[in-house]
């Protein structure tokens, strides 16, 4: 009994009104403004030093992450956890994000498509070493297969199996577009690249400009359909069953696998 009197006690001591719950923005903000007085701290980008020190790791720009409800994220795959304190883009400070398998993530709050080319990069290590980084350019050597170029991003995709005149073919669940306006490039496993320069077109064939050219023209067999519309099978119909990009590998290629570079 004497310590349940003496638990009312002590509640009945704290003051009435000891917790102020705003009922209104405005009021929060002042409450806020009361423990900083100087506005919420923001961190300013980092100038970059001096020398150009090049940045000595890989660094993988996603179009956009689940993390960041869509929008582009930084990963550095080498690395572990910790090991980067500190990353910007094009002069926008990014978050950190969840480290995925013990690599560093950082978090920005646009799509990647929506930052332009090349990329700048300033990142900063723990030991407090500063770096400097340009999309397009490496300084250690890159995958074997990887195309050289500004591309910054890949995706890896499996055929479906073969269709019309024996050719390997895939259906990819995004619409060209959704790669960014072109050019992007695809590697068959077998190694024959081709590129697409406007991926809103049919592109046919092994013609730099293949955007465009006719199907009574392909003598190669590469087919891209961008999956926007209408639906149909003449040469200007760039809609398809599944309402994303449709790939046709060449002809007498036996390509299983597919990788996209944008």
Known sequence: MFRLILVLALLWAVPAGAVTIPQSLNECNALCAQYFPGGVPVTPPVTPPSGNKTFPHPITFERETTQGNGSAGILFRTLQAGLV?????????????????????????????????????????????????????????AEPGTPTGTYTHKAEYDSYGQRNGERWAWRINKKGPDFGPGPIKFVFSSGKEYTVKNTSKNCRGDNPDACGIPSSKNKDGFVFKPGIGPNGEGDNDTGTSHGGVYLHAPYNDNSQKVTVYW
């Open 85 to 141: 304190t500190y990353v910007s883009v094009n002069g926008e400070v990014a978050r950190q994000g969840t480290p995925y398998k013990g690599a560093p993530v950082f978090l920005l709050t646009k799509s990647g498509d929506q930052y332009d080319r090349p990329l700048s990069f300033v990142i900063k290590m723990s030991d407090g070493v500063t770096y400097t980084a340009k999309s397009g350019t490496t300084s250690t050597p």
